[in-house]
């Protein structure tokens, strides 16, 4: 009779637990890595959300509020903690409120300075991605390297070859350098995925940080200096 197979036996918990077992210990490195990865990745998604960096119609309603005089001090916190953009364009705010007849070249620095720490936040924890997609198929290629070294000491000269010990051996070197490449290949598509995200939320902020700025160089006190 064909041998019946209980769904138990199949379950995933129990195949992921034997492929742990059967690639040896240079898996559990990879397994760290997919995890910081996979936080890494959920935390970018969220900290990148366009709502959190730049809404769509912001800076509409800061130049209409700009029309109709300086903006008070809450006025400007609320903003700055309305998203990235925000606290850009607060800062410009904030800079021509303190100084009403600064000029263009104070004014664009301080939007300027404003957007390179918004750029840094952006850009927070992705190095971290970058070094994981650099060194997981490097971990991999170290469990090969292993398993290769259990292979060959499997068929040491005198010694006769040892089943068990060279099906482990390939079981180490095949599955860690799978592993290594699992991990690797999402992480470098994150990181290039959150890279160009953030290049284009660059550009709006640019962009928007341009119309702020004309917008107050044109405001009576500082077209009469």
């Known amino acids: 009779m064909p041998p019946t197979f209980s769904p138990k036996a199949f379950a995933p918990e129990d195949l992921l637990l034997s492929i742990i ?3 040896g210990w240079p898996i559990w490195p990879l397994i760290l890595c997919s995890v910081a990865a996979l936080a890494l990745v959920l935390e970018r ?9 730049a809404p769509d119609g912001l800076i509409d309603e800061v130049i209409t509020v700009a029309r109709q005089g300086t903006p008070s001090s809450d006025m400007l916190q609320k903003l700055a903690d309305n998203s990235l953009l925000g606290a850009v364009l607060a800062a410009g705010l904030k800079t021509a409120a303190l100084e009403p007849r600064i000029s263009e070249a104070p004014l664009r620095q301080a939007l300027e300075t404003a957007g ?3 750029a840094h936040r952006m850009e927070r924890y992705l190095n971290a ?6 060194v997981a198929p490097l971990l991999g290629l170290l469990g090969t390297v292993i ?3 259990e292979i ?16 482990h051996g390939i079981s180490v070197a095949l599955y860690n350098t799978a592993f290594g490449l699992i991990v690797a290949i999402p ?36 077209a009469a200096h």
């Open 45 to 53: 998604l969220s900290s990148l959300r366009r709502a959190r960096v």
């Open 116 to 118: 390179s720490t918004a």
């Open 21 to 23: 077992q059967a690639a």
């Open 152 to 167: 060959f000491g499997a068929q040491a000269p005198g010694s006769g070859t040892n089943p068990a010990q060279l099906a």
């Open 147 to 149: 398993g290769m070294i």
């Open 187 to 222: 992480s470098l598509m994150a990181h290039r995925y959150f890279r160009t995200r953030i290049a284009d939320y660059l550009h709006d902020m640019e962009q928007a940080s341009e119309r702020l700025l004309q917008q107050l160089l044109r405001m009576p006190l500082r």
């Open 129 to 134: 991605l970058s070094t994981i997609a650099s």
